[in-house]
């Protein structure tokens, strides 16, 4: 059995969210917003050149992000170790179609399948909370509950 890939993986998630998509679009550049289905602290909203960060209080952990590229209700473009892309596409005045793009992971094959995996998993989730939150005001708290025996935060 080879343990090599015969090309880098590339993630993708996506989902139908029935909110217009200026709605949808500022979820994910507004810390506001982004806390209730995300991560806990944002350092300051995506804008094209900025740079800023995302921390997930209950475990301990954040990532240091650079925007670089922020289309208007369009695209997202991040850098935080590997290349993430957001697409939101209109679909008539109330429904937006979600496309999450990650890929540049690094590693061996066994590490790359586990990025992926986890990648994967990850953007399901958000897209699962976001969804919930912003079609019907429930705060699912996926990301918080994933692994609830990593949370640090005693609630």
Do not use: C
């Amino acid at each position: 059995m080879s343990n090599t890939l015969g090309k880098p993986p590339v993630v993708r998630a996506e989902m139908l969210i029935r909110r217009p998509v200026q709605e949808v679009f500022r979820a994910f550049v507004d810390p506001e917003v982004t806390t209730k289905f995300w991560f806990t602290k944002g350092s300051g909203k995506l804008e094209s050149g900025a740079k800023v960060r995302w921390d997930w209080e209950m475990y301990g952990v954040g990532a240091d992000i650079d925007v670089l590229a922020v289309e208007q209700n369009s695209r997202i473009v991040i850098d935080w170790g590997t290349r993430v892309e957001w697409t939101f596409v209109a679909r008539g005045e109330n429904e937006t179609f979600v496309t999450i793009v990650n890929d540049g992971f690094e590693g061996t094959a066994d590490e790359l399948l586990e990025q992926a995996m986890d990648a994967t998993q990850g953007f399901t989730f958000v897209l699962s909370g976001l969804k919930a939150y912003l079609e019907h005001g429930i705060k699912l708290n996926l990301v918080a509950d994933k692994s609830p025996d990593a949370n640090i935060i005693n609630e």
